[in-house]
Structures are given as C-alpha cells and as structure tokens.
C-alpha cells in the first residue's frame, strides 16, 4: 500500500489543463453549481426547495453537507411574513403576537410615512409653546437645542424637569416643567376648528398632524400597541444552529431584575427572543451533528410537526419564567447532517419526520478520476482562492499537485481508485501553501508550495510516529525521561 501511495504521489496528471494559473479559471455565479462531485445531492436540492421537504444528509466531515443546505437556501424566496409580539394591556405576561405579510407591512409603512400623514417641521418652524413643552426651546434664553438635553447649552438653564421613575413626587423639583411627548392644539380653517397634534419624531424633528392625518393612521396602525419584530422581512433564509442550546434553539424571555414593573420594569412582550427554530421559519435549518442535540430533538420534531413552537423563558428562577408567547411560526426546511456511524442515534420519530416528509442521502467521498472531475478540483481551487481573499492563485503545476493528492487520499482513507471529496482537507491545504507563498513574497502558489503544505498538513499522529517512532516513547520524551538501550530508564 505504501510503496502504490507513493508512486501516486509521483505521478503526473494525464492531461493539460488549459490554463497557466486559476485566475483564468471561471467559477460559476450560483452557489449550487459550485458543488463538486455530489450530483444526487445537487438534483434533490433543486427538489427541496421547491417542493419544501426535509433533508437528511450522511457522510464523513468535510464532504461539503453545509454547503449543500446553503445552496438550497439560496434557491428560496425572500421571506414573505414579519412576524412581532405585542404588548398585552390586560395580561402583559401573555404578549400577543401578530403576523403580516409583506404586503401589509408596505401599505402600513407607506400610509405612516406618506406625505400626507403630517407635516415634519423643524424645531425653529413649529409655535414657540410648542417647541418649548417638547423639550426644543429653552424658556429662558429661546434657544434651541436637542430635545435630549434636559439644561440648555447656551444660558445654562433647565429646559425640562429630566424623569426621575415613578419615585419623582419624593425627590422635590416640582417647579420645573416636564418635558411632553406630545402637544395638542386647536386651529381654524375655513371657519372651523380642528385639531393638531404635535409629536416629535425619530430625529430632532416635529411631526404635526391633523385629524385627517391621525384617521389614516387609525386605519393603517388600528392596535396601536407597542410592537417587538421578532423576525423582519429583511432576514437571513440560512440558519445554523449546529450544537445550540434549548434557549438559542427553542427561544427564551429575558430576565428583568425589576421584575417587569410597570413603571420601572422591561415590559414582558420587549424580552421576548426567538430560538433558531423560529429565525428559520420560511427557510433553512442547518443542524449538522444532529445527535448533538441529545434530548433537544424532541422539541425540534414538535417543532417541524406544527410548524409553531411557543417560546417562554427557560430559567425557572427567572422573571421571564411566567411569560409565554403561543404559536409563533416556525414553518422550516431542516437540512440534518451526521456521520455514517451516528444514524441510530438520531431519535426514531425525527428520523421518520424527516423520511416521511423529505429525503435521506448517503453523500459521496470519492468521486471518478476522470478529466471533468479533474477539472472540478481545479474550479474547486479557484473557487476556495476567491472565497479566503488573502492567497493568491495556484499555477498549473500547484493544481495538479492537488490532484495527484486527491488520488492518494481516495486511496490511503477511502481504498479506492479515484479522488477524495473529503474537500475540507484539501482547502486546508491550499490555504497553507498560500501562506507559504505570501510569506515568500510571490504571485503564485507553486507546486512547491503545495508538497510543504502537504507535509505539514499531516495528523499530528503521523509527526508524533516520525520524530519519536511510538507514542510510548513520545510520552517518555514530555517526562524529559530516556530510554537506555539495555532497557532502564534514565532521568533525561
């Protein structure tokens, strides 16, 4: 086997590839199409996102099963639902939650920032009572500063009486005014009285609204409640939650030290936080050691059979303990990934979820030695010199060093004739010699650069057997202990 190895590693690559170095190699646009050597994978994962089925993928590591379940991500639309809790005014414990579409969201967005729906003024434009009860002018001097600062820049004085909690009747400074969040008034038109509200916005502006304005926004905004998004529109459609936690999995409520008091609290609805399950929801879940998550696949399997999971808080010691928000969607795609010796420890329901409703695949670790899937390494090379951005390029001979060890992998791990797809390894490989080739200052990386890469990839079980010969003696060398040749041992 050792002497067939290195005859491999001798070895020359048939053919020429038609290219002096990678940077001529093109790599296609679309993350699918960069997959190499997994085409079963590649047609079902067109499948999956169309049809939205589950995926469990298994296969060594490194085979490129992320990859896949980013890739059918990227085959999804863009989420289509916003998904907030509200503030529950008779039971704050029991925040409402409420889904919009995209459409909705739009409509209401475009009613609230529509020309129509007030005039926004600056401080200086609104009337001068105006300005100063929303904390703009300063009684004083008349000068006009940020509606944050509580004392003017300019005289000193105190524009407003800053908050002082729910405490403030006991700690005296009743004759300064407070600052308002709002200011009502009255104005004739046409020889009727209707009535303006000013509010600041945002910014350090001044929205003023009449009741034409305030019944379009009636009808846009109908609840009015103070509003948590969870998970807007504009989210990512890959979530990985690769060994999470039940609270980063299935969500959790904040701990609040002052028990959600009314007035000096953290309203209940605002500690709210979606777990993985729910970030995912119109997207992919990516679990890969799915045994990892021990008990918590029961809760994944409640999850993908309701498509909604409630969240609560998780720590029994916690304010958040009595606070619960039911049926928040979760409608995922879950892409698992295992090794080919963990399968029977994937919890039996969850397996069958998966297979009931989705695929099971046994990915490849070897693929043909054939001039196209040659070729694929060698994209493979300039797809992984573009992805890190801090290496350059391979030449030709670099690349077809590559392959020859491809073949020797396929052989010495797999015992099979053709290349490995066990292409974590390999990437590693061209990263390191791409270092050794910015740390001599060249354009490329040789082939040279490729064999020190390669020996210094080696397991470092491999290094320990070189220098030492057995881990016996390796173990003897970090006590500083030598071994005489008649057998005693010495202190080194």
């Known amino acids: 086997m050792s002497s067939y190895i290195s005859s491999l590693r001798k070895s020359c690559v048939s053919e020429e590839f038609g290219f002096e170095d990678t940077s001529q190699v093109s790599v296609p646009p679309a993350l699918l199409d960069q997959v190499i050597g997994q085409e079963e994978a590649v047609r079902l994962a067109r499948l999956i996102a169309k049809q939205r089925r589950h995926l469990l993928l298994v296969g060594p590591p490194g085979t490129g099963k992320s990859m896949i379940a980013q890739a059918i991500s990227s085959l999804l639309q863009r989420p289509g ?81 800053p908050s002082g909690g729910p405490f403030d009747d006991l700690v005296g400074g009743q004759d300064e005014p407070e600052r308002e969040d709002a200011v009502s008034t009255t104005r004739v038109m046409d020889g009727k009285e209707d009535l303006v509200v000013f509010e600041r916005t945002d910014g350090q502006l001044i929205r003023a609204l009449d009741s034409k304005d305030m019944a379009k926004m009636q009808r846009s905004e109908p609840q009015a409640l103070p509003r948590n998004v969870l998970l807007p529109l504009e989210r990512a459609v890959f979530v990985q939650a690769t060994g999470a936690s039940e609270t980063e999995l299935l969500g959790d409520v904040r701990h609040d ?168 390894t390999l990437s590693g490989i061209i990263k390191t010699a791409g270092d050794l080739a910015v740390s001599e200052g060249v354009a490329r990386i040789e082939e040279k650069h490729l064999q020190a890469a390669i020996e210094r990839g080696k397991p470092i079980e491999e290094q320990i057997s070189k220098r030492y010969g057995t881990p016996y003696r390796a173990a003897m060398s970090d006590l500083g202990l030598s071994r005489s040749p008649a057998g005693d041992s010495d202190v080194g």
Do not use: W
Not at 127 to 150: H, I, N, T
């Open 257 to 424: 030290p002052y028990g959600g008091h009314a007035q000096i609290g953290t309203p209940p609805y605002s500690r709210v936080v979606a777990g993985a399950v729910h970030e995912a929801h119109e997207g992919v879940l990516f679990v890969d050691e799915l045994i990892s998550l021990g008990r918590l696949q029961r809760h994944l399997l409640s999850a993908m059979q309701e498509k909604k999971f409630p969240i609560t808080g998780r720590n029994a010691s916690s304010t958040g303990a009595s606070v619960r928000v039911d049926a928040v969607p979760c409608d995922f795609i879950l892409v698992a990934a295992v090794n080919t010796t963990d399968v029977r420890r994937i919890l039996p329901p969850l397996r069958s979820r998966i297979g009931g409703n989705g695929y099971e695949l046994l990915v490849n670790s070897c693929m043909p030695d054939t001039l196209e899937n040659r070729l694929a390494l060698a994209r493979f090379c300039a797809q992984e010199v573009r992805r890190d951005g801090r290496i350059p390029h391979l030449s030709r001979a670099a690349v077809e060093a590559l392959v020859r060890e491809a073949r020797v992998r396929a052989r010495s791990i797999d015992q099979v004739t053709g290349l490995t797809l066990r292409l974590r």
């Open 81 to 161: 639902q916003e998904v907030s809790v509200l503030h529950n005014p008779t039971r704050p414990e029991r925040p409402l939650m409420e889904v919009r579409s995209r459409e909705q969201v739009a409509e209401q967005r475009q009613a609230l920032g529509a020309p129509g729906a007030g005039i926004v003024l600056r401080p200086e434009q609104a009337p001068a009572f105006v300005a100063e009860r929303l904390g703009f002018r300063c009684r004083d001097c008349g000068k006009f500063s940020s509606a944050e600062a509580a004392n003017c820049p300019a005289c000193g004085g105190q524009k407003f009486r």
